[in-house]
């Protein structure tokens, strides 16, 4: 039987694959001083069950296409957030609004303030 690994689901967007994050320490060989190792794998789902953020468990199994090596096995904890892709466009859209600077240079105020005048007469 081959290898099973735990990880978070960073991307659903192809039919049928997810994309899954896993962290591990490594050990330097000289310092011996351990330092986090971040690794992607693509996965088979073949359900399109897993959504961002979900924790799930995958297994090894033989290759699928040239990057597809695992298929998933279970998810373990649901995602805390709904994650359709409408509502995180929603959220995301928001977020990048508000954190939006208005920079106005005198041209701008310029122009604003004349239509302030034509709105006025």
């Known amino acids: 039987m081959g290898r099973s690994?735990?990880?978070?689901?960073?991307?659903?967007?192809?039919?049928?694959?997810i994309v899954i994050k896993a962290h591990s320490q490594k050990t330097h060989p000289i310092y011996k001083k351990q330092y986090p190792v971040t690794i992607k794998f693509m996965a088979h789902?073949?359900?399109?069950?897993?959504?961002?953020?979900d924790e799930v468990e995958i297994s090894e199994?033989?290759?699928l296409s040239a990057r597809k090596?695992?298929?998933?096995?279970?998810i373990i904890q649901p995602?805390?957030?709904?994650?359709s892709r409408e509502e995180d466009a929603k959220i995301i859209q928001k977020a990048s609004q508000k954190n939006k600077p208005t920079v106005r240079t005198k041209?701008?105020?310029?122009?604003?303030?004349?239509?302030?005048?034509?709105?006025?007469k």
Request: glycine letters at 4%; aromatic letters at 2%; hydrophobic letters at 35%.
């Open 79 to 83: 995602a805390k957030i709904s994650s």
């Open 45 to 53: 789902d073949p359900d399109n069950k897993a959504r961002i953020g």
């Open 5 to 17: 690994i735990i990880g978070i689901v960073v991307s659903d967007k192809v039919d049928k694959t």
């Open 69 to 74: 090596r695992f298929i998933l096995s279970k």
């Open 61 to 63: 199994c033989r290759p």
């Open 107 to 120: 041209v701008d105020k310029e122009i604003l303030k004349d239509d302030k005048e034509k709105v006025k």
